[in-house]
């Protein structure tokens, strides 16, 4: 079946540090990957995406790569800040007739200044 | 893109109860998704909601506990029906568009 996984939180990090959040995924077909965010009193929305193998996807300073030969997503981002204090989950999508997305449990982020 | 409102956003409810959630759209779309955000969980899906037809379920949700209607393609309802406190979750409906997920803001639910 599909599934993903991501690293538990939280992660305490200090302003300016070097962000690593680890995904992993098990999918069946060839799944679209995504990083959505969920800022304090905020709804989920999408941070990034990559659609096939080698792609990397980008926004606000984060980063990940379609990585299909360790089946991996990890977000990296190399200089937090404050606002990027959030959870962040890991997902994939795999466009068939049940097409819908399964999500990661979540990584909760704690910049501190 | 595509704007999800999403009532009430949040409600204290007396175990026993049921609550209706409302999910309204600004454009058509074919398929709506509830999930359930349990305290320290990842998104579960709970249902596919297609209009002119029923829901389609997740394994371990059933339609007398969580009915759902889709009278239109800019509207869907999800009812947490008969809630214990372990019904207490936020509720979040979702839409695609272009392959993006468009998220309610979500209801909080405390069954007390």
């Known amino acids: 079946g599909n599934s993903v996984t991501q690293m538990e939180g939280p992660v305490t990090l200090s302003e300016e540090a070097f962000l690593t959040i680890n995904c992993t995924y098990t999918?069946?077909?060839?799944?679209?990957l995504f990083w959505y965010v969920q800022y304090p009193g905020e709804g989920l929305q999408l941070l990034l995406k990559a659609t096939k193998a080698d792609d990397k996807g980008s926004n606000k300073g984060f980063e990940a790569t379609y990585r299909k030969e360790t089946t991996s997503f990890h977000l990296e981002k190399g200089s937090v800040q404050v606002s990027d204090s959030a959870v962040y989950f890991c997902a994939l999508e795999v466009l068939n007739r049940d097409d819908k997305i399964i999500f990661g449990k979540g990584t909760r982020l704690h910049i501190l200044p | 893109s595509a704007v999800i409102s999403q009532k009430p956003s949040r409600d204290i409810c007396q175990r026993g109860t049921s609550l209706t959630i409302q999910c309204q759209v600004d454009s058509q779309v074919t398929m709506m998704f509830w999930y359930r955000q349990q305290p320290g969980q990842s998104l579960t899906l709970i249902a596919t909601a297609n209009q002119g037809s029923e829901a389609t379920y997740e394994s371990g949700f059933v339609i007398d506990k969580f009915p759902i209607s889709r009278p239109n393609l800019t509207f869907s309802t999800l009812t947490v029906s008969n809630m214990s406190p372990e019904d207490s979750s936020i509720y979040l409906c979702?839409?695609?568009?272009?392959?993006?997920?468009?998220f309610g803001q979500g209801t909080r639910l405390t069954v007390v």
């Open positions: 999918a069946t077909g060839y799944p679209s």
């Open positions: 979702s839409v695609f568009k272009a392959t993006e997920a468009f």
